[in-house]
């Protein structure tokens, strides 16, 4: 499993590293700062158009306010990119505000969740969405 982390806070970062690394569940994490290079990345756009080095991911977790494009504008242009529009994109957020929840809700967000500081709780909420994903790999034939 490729996952796809578009956030530009470097301690968010460390975080969901440390978060995914210790679900245990096999993946490779790509990161980027920024919304303009989460679209680069996923169209294939140089410099990421070997696809060896940075494949396509399987999962997105997208920060709502980021330099360039924010949250919202990155996952607005997914789902009118039609190979991506099957892609879960998770927006991770300090944000709960529900004009936020409700923007993302209707442009056809996997799931919303709140960036909390509890690293515990944040490395749960990782696996839970790991475990899903994994568990909807499986059911596709």
């Not at 300090?94 to 996997?110: F, H, L, N, P, W």
């Not at 919303?112 to 059911?139: C, H, M, P, R, W």
């Amino acid at each position: 499993m490729t996952v796809l982390v578009v956030d530009d806070s470097e301690d968010d970062v460390f975080m969901m590293k440390m978060a995914c690394k210790n679900t245990g569940i096999p993946h490779a994490l790509q990161v980027v700062p920024d919304g303009a290079m989460a679209m680069d990345y996923l169209s294939g756009a140089p410099p990421y158009n070997d696809r060896i080095v940075y494949p396509p991911p399987d999962i997105v977790f997208l920060d709502v306010n980021m330099p360039k494009r924010s949250g919202h504008e990155v996952l607005e242009w997914v789902r009118a990119q039609l190979q991506l529009k099957a892609l879960p994109v998770v927006m991770l957020s300090s944000s709960i505000s529900t004009e936020d929840v409700y923007r993302a809700s209707k442009a056809g967000i996997t799931s919303y969740l709140q960036k909390t500081s509890n690293f515990a709780e944040f490395e749960q909420i990782i696996k839970v969405v790991f475990d899903y994903q994994l568990g909807s790999e499986s059911a596709t034939p």
